[in-house]
């Protein structure tokens, strides 16, 4: 009975082992020789029977660059006469590499000579995958909300601007419009400032919409469009804005596959990186421009912690400039981050290129090291779908009216340009300053009424708040929606997917008359 009980608990202690891959062993020093349990071998790829087991043999396993740690770790146990516990690599006989924990410690003698040495082998390799798993999803998750926060940033931001910039563009048109009917007594000198005060609210505007796609969630002008004809279209001017000493390569899928995006903004990523890759080759290279088709599965959202199983074109940009280092691949996406000289890029080309991708659905990497060339590899989901061919049209020409117009608007300075806009151009015009009067003024004036113009943002009540209210008082009243925030904002996007009418701030004078022209002549 206590022969058969010491079988199974034998029995059971070698199933806890293989279970918990754990390994004892003992080194007899004397001798050299080292002994083990079943899994102790089993870690090594080897059998009680294969394994020559001897000091040397046990060094050979470990990896050639964690060989002169583990020897240096046994010599200090043995000097210092205390237990160690380390991890380190072994390399397989099939080469595979798996990570082992070992804790030890030495018995000596009388004399105090080191005899033996006792320990356990644990293969931790799962173990540590999954903590480096774990660390990169944590990171990644990191990345994304500081993003998105300082993408909410940005869009505030932005709105500010674009309230500044809707009153100076509007003053500057008013005095330009005012002037064209004294030409004869302006001076051209006064002319030309007009035109470069408006050129450089241009350039505002410009930084403005760069900040506003960072911080959009939702593609501009989405429709089915073909990969590869927008980088066919693109060569020509990716040719001249690269230099003569770096050569483009394009090679593209057979198949031209469909995605839903916004052809300027594909065109856009094209651009901005292209001039990225040119910066870093100043004495010349190779700038490559590759699609192929890929499918996401599990193992690839296990691996890098985000996407969705499916179908993608593949769209890499390469380059063979001068890389960067792991420091500057994790902030190269945030706003106004640049490595470039002052004054020589606004840091805002890949915080763009990153925003684009994200509004369309799609995932970007970059694979790059130092004096190895840099990868952007953009994931676009494929769809079904054929694409048509979109004929632009003219808008008409700007329309004097006579009609009333109820203006909503808690920016003091765009309501007074907007209403000189407004009776300059013969309407009759009737003023609030948030969603609340303006439901009190429509409700003295419906009968004279013909559009609302609201703010989407103000305060006490907003402006899809007061239409709505507005509209059960009288269902057909038609209303166009002004915002400087980003369009997926919640109340922007809410008026979008009403398809109600919508113009985004800064608007210039011109503009704004050929929208409320439009929307009162629908």
Same mark, same amino acid.
């Given at each position: 009975?206590?022969?058969?009980?010491?079988?199974?608990?034998?029995?059971?202690?070698?199933?806890?082992?293989?279970?918990?891959?754990?390994?004892?062993?003992?080194?007899?020093?004397?001798?050299?020789?080292?002994?083990?349990?079943?899994?102790?071998?089993?870690?090594?790829?080897?059998?009680?029977?294969?394994?020559?087991?001897?000091?040397?043999?046990?060094?050979?396993?470990?990896?050639?660059?964690?060989?002169?740690?583990?020897?240096?770790?046994?010599?200090?146990?043995?000097?210092?006469?205390?237990?160690?516990?380390?991890?380190?690599?072994?390399?397989?006989?099939?080469?595979?590499?798996?990570?082992?924990?070992?804790?030890?410690?030495?018995?000596?003698?009388?004399?105090?000579?080191?005899?033996?040495?006792?320990?356990?082998?644990?293969?931790?390799?799962?173990?540590?995958?999954?903590?480096?798993?774990?660390?990169?999803?944590?990171?990644?998750?990191?990345?994304?909300?500081?993003?998105?926060?300082?993408?909410?940033?940005?869009?505030?931001?932005?709105?500010?601007?674009?309230?500044?910039?809707?009153?100076?563009?509007?003053?500057?048109?008013?005095?330009?419009?005012?002037?064209?009917?004294?030409?004869?007594?302006?001076?051209?000198?006064?002319?030309?400032?007009?035109?470069?005060?408006?050129?450089?609210?241009?350039?505002?505007?410009?930084?403005?919409?760069?900040?506003?796609?960072?911080?959009?969630?939702?593609?501009?002008?989405?429709?089915?469009?073909?990969?590869?004809?927008?980088?066919?279209?693109?060569?020509?001017?990716?040719?001249?804005?690269?230099?003569?000493?770096?050569?483009?390569?394009?090679?593209?899928?057979?198949?031209?596959?469909?995605?839903?995006?916004?052809?300027?903004?594909?065109?856009?990523?094209?651009?901005?990186?292209?001039?990225?890759?040119?910066?870093?080759?100043?004495? =010349?290279?190779? $700038?490559? &421009?590759?699609?192929? *088709? @890929? %499918?996401?599965?599990?193992?690839? +959202? /296990?691996?890098?912690?985000?996407?969705?199983?499916?179908?993608?074109?593949?769209?890499?940009?390469?380059?063979?400039?001068?890389?960067?280092?792991?420091?500057?691949?994790?902030?190269?996406?945030?706003?106004?981050?640049?490595?470039?000289?002052?004054?020589?890029?606004? =840091?805002?080309? $890949?915080? &763009?290129?990153?925003? *684009? @991708? %994200?509004?369309?659905?799609?995932? +970007? /990497?970059?694979?790059?090291?130092?004096?190895?060339?840099?990868?952007?590899?953009?994931?676009?989901?494929?769809?079904?779908?054929?694409?048509?061919?979109?004929?632009?049209?003219?808008?008409?020409?700007?329309?004097?009216?006579?009609?009333?117009?109820?203006?909503?608007?808690?920016?003091?300075?765009?309501?007074?340009?907007?209403?000189?806009?407004?009776?300059?151009?013969?309407?009759?015009?009737?003023?609030?300053?948030?969603?609340?009067?303006?439901?009190?003024?429509?409700?003295?004036?419906?009968?004279?009424?013909?559009?609302?113009?609201?703010?989407?943002?103000?305060?006490?009540?907003?402006?899809?708040?007061?239409?709505?209210?507005?509209?059960?008082?009288?269902?057909?009243?038609?209303?166009?929606?002004?915002?400087?925030?980003?369009?997926?904002?919640?109340?922007?996007?809410?008026?979008?997917?009403?398809?109600?009418?919508?113009?985004?701030?800064?608007?210039?004078?011109?503009?704004?008359?050929?929208?409320?022209?439009?929307?009162?002549?629908?």
């Amino acid at each position: 009975e206590a022969e058969e009980a010491l079988r199974k608990s034998e029995a059971s202690l070698a199933n806890a082992q293989r279970i918990a891959h754990l390994g004892n062993w003992q080194w007899n020093m004397r001798e050299n020789k080292v002994v083990g349990s079943d899994e102790f071998y089993r870690i090594f790829g080897k059998t009680r029977q294969t394994f020559n087991g001897t000091y040397e043999t046990l060094l050979n396993f470990v990896h050639p660059d964690d060989r002169v740690f583990v020897k240096k770790s046994v010599r200090e146990a043995l000097d210092e006469k205390k237990p160690y516990c380390i991890n380190f690599r072994i390399l397989l006989p099939d080469g595979s590499v798996r990570i082992i924990h070992t804790e030890a410690e030495v018995i000596f003698d009388s004399a105090g000579k080191a005899i033996q040495m006792n320990g356990t082998n644990q293969d931790i390799t799962e173990y540590k995958q999954a903590e480096e798993e774990k660390a990169k999803l944590r990171e990644q998750l990191y990345h994304a909300q500081k993003l998105e926060s300082v993408g909410k940033l940005v869009g505030c931001i932005a709105h500010d601007f674009n309230n500044i910039l809707s009153a100076i563009i509007g003053y500057v048109e008013l005095l330009q419009n005012k002037m064209k009917k004294y030409d004869s007594s302006v001076d051209d000198s006064s002319k030309n400032y007009i035109e470069r005060i408006l050129a450089i609210a241009e350039k505002a505007i410009h930084l403005t919409q760069n900040l506003l796609i960072f911080s959009r969630k939702e593609i501009n002008n989405p429709r089915p469009v073909h990969v590869n004809t927008i980088i066919k279209r693109a060569e020509s001017l990716l040719s001249n804005l690269i230099c003569e000493n770096i050569k483009l390569n394009t090679v593209l899928t057979d198949k031209n596959y469909t995605i839903m995006a916004d052809s300027g903004q594909i065109e856009q990523i094209l651009m901005n990186l292209a001039t990225n890759a040119r910066d870093a080759m100043p004495d =010349g290279g190779i $700038l490559t &421009i590759r699609t192929e *088709i @890929v %499918t996401l599965d599990n193992a690839f +959202i /296990q691996n890098y912690g985000y996407g969705e199983i499916g179908k993608y074109v593949l769209v890499s940009i390469s380059d063979t400039g001068m890389g960067m280092d792991e420091e500057t691949q994790k902030m190269i996406f945030e706003p106004f981050f640049t490595t470039k000289k002052h004054g020589k890029g606004t =840091g805002l080309g $890949l915080a &763009i290129v990153y925003g *684009i @991708v %994200t509004q369309h659905q799609g995932y +970007i /990497q970059v694979d790059s090291a130092r004096g190895k060339g840099t990868t952007f590899k953009i994931y676009l989901p494929i769809i079904e779908s054929d694409v048509e061919e979109i004929i632009p049209q003219d808008l008409p020409a700007p329309v004097k009216g006579i009609e009333t117009i109820l203006l909503a608007e808690d920016n003091i300075e765009i309501r007074k340009i907007i209403k000189m806009v407004f009776r300059g151009s013969g309407y009759k015009v009737i003023d609030a300053v948030n969603g609340e009067e303006a439901v009190d003024k429509f409700m003295k004036n419906k009968d004279d009424i013909r559009l609302l113009v609201f703010d989407v943002m103000m305060p006490k009540k907003n402006g899809k708040e007061a239409y709505d209210e507005i509209k059960k008082i009288m269902p057909g009243i038609k209303a166009l929606f002004m915002s400087g925030y980003p369009k997926d904002g919640v109340s922007n996007k809410i008026i979008l997917e009403e398809s109600l009418p919508f113009i985004s701030k800064p608007v210039s004078p011109t503009g704004l008359l050929k929208k409320v022209r439009e929307v009162l002549d629908t």
